[in-house]
């Protein structure tokens, strides 16, 4: 397993765009599916991007496809989502997880494959 911690969280008015960052304790290279989840208060977790880095295979769910991309930087263990055209419907806590790199794609939304989270990082969208 390895830790992980967000950042990069914070308020922004629609339209805005923000990237959060998830630093990982080690050496992350392709050993690990990586993804961002988000939870609002009342609502389900959702899976919001995956990645596959040994391939670069990305998904992303239908409300943030378009908007949000997911990238690593190897060299800093780090994932990142770059947010863009934020709403006030993506206001939630978001979390970065780990898991096993030999996850079927069709799990890797759904976040019960994963083995490391992160503690989370809020977004808040609003005028």
């Known amino acids: 397993q390895v830790q992980l911690e967000e950042s990069g969280g914070g308020s922004v008015q629609p339209g805005g765009s923000l990237r959060l960052s998830c630093v990982a304790s080690g050496y992350i290279g392709s050993a690990y599916i990586m993804a961002w989840f988000r939870q609002s208060p009342g609502k389900e977790r959702e899976g919001v991007a995956s990645?596959?880095?040994?391939?670069?295979?990305?998904t992303f769910s239908d409300s943030v496809k378009g908007r949000f991309t997911i990238s690593q930087d190897n060299a800093k263990n780090t994932l990142y989502l770059q947010m863009n055209s934020l709403q006030p419907e993506d206001t939630a806590m978001y979390f970065c997880a780990a898991g096993p790199r030999d996850m079927r794609s069709y799990e890797r939304l759904k976040g019960n494959e994963y083995h490391s989270w992160g503690q989370g990082t809020q977004v808040t969208v609003s005028s």
């Open positions: 990645m596959n880095p040994a391939t670069g295979f990305t």
